[in-house]
Protein backbone atom coordinates (compact mmCIF):
# COMPACT_ATOMS: atom_id res chain seq x y z
CA UNK A 1 0.00 0.00 0.00
CA UNK A 2 1.40 3.20 -1.33
CA UNK A 3 -0.29 6.90 -0.33
CA UNK A 4 0.54 10.14 -1.10
CA UNK A 5 -0.33 12.76 0.78
CA UNK A 6 -0.98 15.88 -1.02
CA UNK A 7 -0.49 19.06 0.87
CA UNK A 8 -1.80 22.91 0.67
CA UNK A 9 -1.53 25.79 3.46
CA UNK A 10 -5.20 27.51 3.61
CA UNK A 11 -6.61 24.88 4.99
CA UNK A 12 -4.36 23.58 7.45
CA UNK A 13 -5.65 24.40 11.15
CA UNK A 14 -5.55 27.63 12.45
CA UNK A 15 -4.73 29.63 9.45
CA UNK A 16 -6.97 32.29 8.25
CA UNK A 17 -4.39 34.55 6.64
CA UNK A 18 -4.78 38.66 6.27
CA UNK A 19 -6.81 40.71 4.54
CA UNK A 20 -5.37 41.58 0.68
CA UNK A 21 -2.40 39.76 1.13
CA UNK A 22 -1.84 35.73 0.10
CA UNK A 23 -1.23 33.20 2.61
CA UNK A 24 2.49 33.31 1.89
CA UNK A 25 3.10 36.94 2.67
CA UNK A 26 0.51 36.55 5.56
CA UNK A 27 1.20 36.50 9.77
CA UNK A 28 -0.38 33.34 9.50
CA UNK A 29 2.50 31.57 7.18
CA UNK A 30 4.34 30.07 9.76
CA UNK A 31 1.94 28.65 11.50
CA UNK A 32 0.45 27.03 8.14
CA UNK A 33 3.72 25.61 8.04
CA UNK A 34 4.22 24.40 10.91
CA UNK A 35 0.74 22.93 11.66
CA UNK A 36 1.08 21.22 8.08
CA UNK A 37 3.22 19.21 9.49
CA UNK A 38 1.55 18.11 12.78
CA UNK A 39 -1.25 16.99 10.39
CA UNK A 40 1.30 15.19 8.03
CA UNK A 41 2.50 13.40 10.66
CA UNK A 42 -0.42 12.06 12.22
CA UNK A 43 -1.75 10.54 8.85
CA UNK A 44 1.59 9.12 8.23
CA UNK A 45 1.21 7.44 11.76
CA UNK A 46 -2.08 6.13 10.79
CA UNK A 47 -0.94 4.49 7.50
CA UNK A 48 1.86 3.30 8.86
CA UNK A 49 0.24 1.84 11.66
CA UNK A 50 -2.67 0.44 8.98
CA UNK A 51 0.33 -1.62 7.22
CA UNK A 52 1.45 0.79 4.21
CA UNK A 53 4.82 0.50 2.81
CA UNK A 54 5.16 4.23 1.66
CA UNK A 55 3.85 6.87 2.40
CA UNK A 56 5.11 10.16 0.34
CA UNK A 57 4.37 13.34 0.67
CA UNK A 58 4.21 16.42 -1.79
CA UNK A 59 4.07 19.98 -0.47
CA UNK A 60 2.39 21.88 -3.51
CA UNK A 61 1.87 24.93 -1.98
CA UNK A 62 2.88 27.43 -4.54
CA UNK A 63 6.42 26.08 -6.15
CA UNK A 64 6.57 23.62 -2.94
CA UNK A 65 9.23 24.06 0.09
CA UNK A 66 7.21 25.41 2.47
CA UNK A 67 7.29 22.33 5.07
CA UNK A 68 10.68 21.40 6.69
CA UNK A 69 11.04 18.00 5.90
CA UNK A 70 13.65 17.83 8.89
CA UNK A 71 10.44 17.31 11.20
CA UNK A 72 8.64 14.74 9.77
CA UNK A 73 8.43 11.22 10.28
CA UNK A 74 11.54 9.80 9.10
CA UNK A 75 9.50 7.23 7.16
CA UNK A 76 8.00 9.70 4.94
CA UNK A 77 9.40 10.39 1.49
CA UNK A 78 9.08 13.54 0.33
CA UNK A 79 8.15 14.06 -3.62
CA UNK A 80 8.38 16.71 -5.97
CA UNK A 81 6.47 18.25 -8.99
CA UNK A 82 9.50 20.27 -10.40
CA UNK A 83 10.74 19.42 -13.28
CA UNK A 84 7.64 17.55 -15.06
CA UNK A 85 5.63 19.31 -18.09
CA UNK A 86 2.51 18.84 -16.27
CA UNK A 87 0.64 18.72 -12.76
CA UNK A 88 1.35 14.97 -11.17
CA UNK A 89 3.13 13.32 -13.74
CA UNK A 90 5.68 12.24 -10.88
CA UNK A 91 3.19 10.13 -9.25
CA UNK A 92 3.14 7.71 -12.41
CA UNK A 93 6.32 6.07 -10.73
CA UNK A 94 5.02 5.78 -7.29
CA UNK A 95 2.59 2.67 -7.80
CA UNK A 96 -0.02 5.05 -5.98
CA UNK A 97 -3.03 3.05 -4.03
CA UNK A 98 -4.64 6.50 -2.43
CA UNK A 99 -4.21 9.75 -2.33
CA UNK A 100 -5.20 12.30 0.97
CA UNK A 101 -5.32 16.06 0.21
CA UNK A 102 -4.29 18.24 3.38
CA UNK A 103 -4.87 22.05 3.41
CA UNK A 104 -6.99 22.41 0.24
CA UNK A 105 -9.39 25.26 0.33
CA UNK A 106 -12.63 26.55 -1.71
CA UNK A 107 -12.69 27.07 -4.71
CA UNK A 108 -12.23 31.00 -6.14
CA UNK A 109 -15.35 32.97 -4.87
CA UNK A 110 -17.33 30.66 -2.34
CA UNK A 111 -18.58 32.09 -0.05
CA UNK A 112 -17.24 31.76 3.63
CA UNK A 113 -14.52 29.85 2.78
CA UNK A 114 -11.23 30.71 4.46
CA UNK A 115 -8.46 31.97 1.84
CA UNK A 116 -10.67 30.47 -1.44
CA UNK A 117 -9.01 30.90 -4.69
CA UNK A 118 -7.65 28.30 -7.36
CA UNK A 119 -4.69 28.42 -8.08
CA UNK A 120 -4.02 31.94 -7.55
CA UNK A 121 -6.01 34.53 -6.05
CA UNK A 122 -3.50 37.13 -7.10
CA UNK A 123 -3.51 36.28 -10.80
CA UNK A 124 -6.82 34.53 -11.63
CA UNK A 125 -10.41 35.66 -11.29
CA UNK A 126 -12.11 32.75 -11.61
CA UNK A 127 -11.73 28.98 -13.70
CA UNK A 128 -14.59 27.32 -15.69
CA UNK A 129 -15.19 23.84 -16.95
CA UNK A 130 -17.69 23.78 -19.61
CA UNK A 131 -19.15 26.63 -17.95
CA UNK A 132 -18.73 25.41 -14.01
CA UNK A 133 -16.25 27.28 -11.66
CA UNK A 134 -14.15 24.66 -10.59
CA UNK A 135 -10.97 24.84 -7.89
CA UNK A 136 -7.75 22.60 -7.12
CA UNK A 137 -9.89 19.95 -5.59
CA UNK A 138 -11.17 19.19 -8.75
CA UNK A 139 -8.49 19.64 -10.82
CA UNK A 140 -6.29 17.10 -8.36
CA UNK A 141 -8.78 14.57 -7.65
CA UNK A 142 -9.14 13.78 -11.59
CA UNK A 143 -5.70 14.33 -12.31
CA UNK A 144 -5.15 11.53 -10.25
CA UNK A 145 -8.74 9.66 -10.88
CA UNK A 146 -7.26 9.59 -14.76
CA UNK A 147 -3.70 8.38 -13.13
CA UNK A 148 -6.53 4.89 -11.34
CA UNK A 149 -5.58 6.69 -7.79
CA UNK A 150 -8.81 7.31 -5.63
CA UNK A 151 -8.72 10.42 -3.12
CA UNK A 152 -9.03 9.02 0.22
CA UNK A 153 -9.21 12.04 2.65
CA UNK A 154 -9.68 15.68 3.10
CA UNK A 155 -8.44 17.96 6.14
CA UNK A 156 -9.59 21.51 5.64
CA UNK A 157 -12.44 24.56 6.32
CA UNK A 158 -15.92 22.98 6.04
CA UNK A 159 -16.83 25.19 2.91
CA UNK A 160 -13.98 23.17 0.85
CA UNK A 161 -15.42 19.67 2.35
CA UNK A 162 -18.54 20.15 1.04
CA UNK A 163 -16.69 21.15 -2.29
CA UNK A 164 -15.11 17.47 -1.85
CA UNK A 165 -17.86 16.00 -1.21
CA UNK A 166 -19.48 17.14 -4.47
CA UNK A 167 -16.89 15.40 -6.37
CA UNK A 168 -16.06 12.51 -4.74
CA UNK A 169 -18.50 11.84 -2.26
CA UNK A 170 -17.95 8.48 -0.59
CA UNK A 171 -14.10 11.00 0.62
CA UNK A 172 -13.67 10.97 4.10
CA UNK A 173 -13.84 14.58 5.54
CA UNK A 174 -12.20 16.35 8.48
CA UNK A 175 -13.23 19.42 9.16
CA UNK A 176 -10.17 21.59 10.96
CA UNK A 177 -12.04 25.12 11.31
CA UNK A 178 -15.76 26.47 10.46
CA UNK A 179 -15.42 29.28 7.94
CA UNK A 180 -16.97 32.51 8.79
CA UNK A 181 -15.63 34.54 5.53
CA UNK A 182 -12.11 34.87 3.61
CA UNK A 183 -9.82 35.38 6.46
CA UNK A 184 -12.37 34.81 9.71
CA UNK A 185 -13.08 31.19 10.56
CA UNK A 186 -14.31 29.49 14.28
CA UNK A 187 -10.86 27.18 14.84
CA UNK A 188 -11.30 23.49 16.89
CA UNK A 189 -8.94 22.46 19.16
CA UNK A 190 -5.85 21.39 17.72
CA UNK A 191 -5.68 18.65 19.74
CA UNK A 192 -8.82 17.14 19.06
CA UNK A 193 -8.32 17.70 15.14
CA UNK A 194 -5.66 15.50 15.15
CA UNK A 195 -7.30 12.80 17.34
CA UNK A 196 -10.07 12.99 14.08
CA UNK A 197 -7.32 13.02 11.79
CA UNK A 198 -5.79 9.58 12.65
CA UNK A 199 -9.36 7.59 13.11
CA UNK A 200 -10.60 9.01 9.61
CA UNK A 201 -7.49 7.89 8.23
CA UNK A 202 -7.55 4.81 9.14
CA UNK A 203 -11.15 4.77 8.31
CA UNK A 204 -10.79 5.86 5.06
CA UNK A 205 -8.45 3.21 3.68
CA UNK A 206 -11.52 1.02 3.18
CA UNK A 207 -12.14 3.19 0.08
CA UNK A 208 -8.96 1.65 -1.22
CA UNK A 209 -11.48 -2.08 -2.28
CA UNK A 210 -13.87 0.28 -4.36
CA UNK A 211 -12.87 1.14 -7.53
CA UNK A 212 -12.42 4.90 -8.75
CA UNK A 213 -15.57 5.93 -9.93
CA UNK A 214 -14.10 9.77 -10.88
CA UNK A 215 -13.29 10.36 -14.61
CA UNK A 216 -12.53 13.44 -17.28
CA UNK A 217 -14.66 13.82 -19.88
CA UNK A 218 -14.20 11.63 -22.90
CA UNK A 219 -14.42 14.80 -25.06
CA UNK A 220 -12.61 17.69 -25.36
CA UNK A 221 -14.08 20.29 -22.40
CA UNK A 222 -14.19 23.94 -22.70
CA UNK A 223 -11.96 25.83 -20.02
CA UNK A 224 -12.85 29.17 -19.62
CA UNK A 225 -10.48 31.08 -17.52
CA UNK A 226 -10.64 35.03 -16.47
CA UNK A 227 -6.96 36.77 -15.70
CA UNK A 228 -6.59 39.64 -13.68
CA UNK A 229 -3.68 41.10 -15.75
CA UNK A 230 -4.41 41.12 -19.48
CA UNK A 231 -0.87 40.52 -20.22
CA UNK A 232 -0.59 37.52 -18.61
CA UNK A 233 -3.52 36.41 -20.78
CA UNK A 234 -1.48 36.96 -23.37
CA UNK A 235 1.28 34.76 -22.10
CA UNK A 236 -0.81 32.41 -21.35
CA UNK A 237 -2.04 32.23 -25.36
CA UNK A 238 1.55 31.57 -26.44
CA UNK A 239 2.10 28.97 -23.98
CA UNK A 240 -1.09 27.24 -25.18
CA UNK A 241 0.64 27.06 -28.81
CA UNK A 242 3.78 25.40 -27.40
CA UNK A 243 1.56 23.07 -25.71
CA UNK A 244 -0.53 22.90 -28.48
CA UNK A 245 -4.34 23.41 -26.83
CA UNK A 246 -6.07 24.70 -29.03
CA UNK A 247 -7.36 28.68 -27.69
CA UNK A 248 -9.29 31.54 -28.33
CA UNK A 249 -10.15 35.09 -26.81
CA UNK A 250 -13.09 35.73 -24.95
CA UNK A 251 -15.32 38.53 -24.55
CA UNK A 252 -12.57 40.54 -23.50
CA UNK A 253 -8.21 40.64 -23.12
CA UNK A 254 -8.58 39.08 -19.81
CA UNK A 255 -10.66 35.80 -20.66
CA UNK A 256 -8.93 33.26 -22.48
CA UNK A 257 -11.23 29.90 -23.84
CA UNK A 258 -8.50 26.23 -24.52
CA UNK A 259 -9.97 23.21 -25.40
CA UNK A 260 -8.66 20.39 -22.86
CA UNK A 261 -8.58 16.74 -22.30
CA UNK A 262 -7.40 15.75 -19.27
CA UNK A 263 -7.14 17.40 -15.70
CA UNK A 264 -3.83 17.34 -15.88
CA UNK A 265 -3.62 20.37 -18.38
CA UNK A 266 -5.04 23.26 -16.57
CA UNK A 267 -2.90 23.98 -14.23
CA UNK A 268 -0.31 24.81 -16.89
CA UNK A 269 -2.84 27.55 -17.91
CA UNK A 270 -2.88 29.10 -14.90
Known amino acids: ?????????????????ERYQTLTHSCDYKTACEGAVFEINTVARALFDKGAEHVYVWDNHGGGGNIDTSLLDKRITPVSHRGYLYRGDFAKALSLSGVIFLGYHAKEGTPMGVLAHTFSSVGIQ???????????????THIFADLGVKALLHAGDDISCNELKGICPDAVCVVTKRGRGRNNAHLRERGEVLDELYSATCASLS?????????FPDTPQTLEVRYTRAERAEDIMRKAGELGIPA???????????????????????
Open 1 to 17: MNILICVDLEGIHGVVG
Open 126 to 140: YVKLGGTPIGELFVD
Open 248 to 270: RWGEDTHILLFEVTSAKQIPSLL
Open 207 to 215: LLDKPVALA
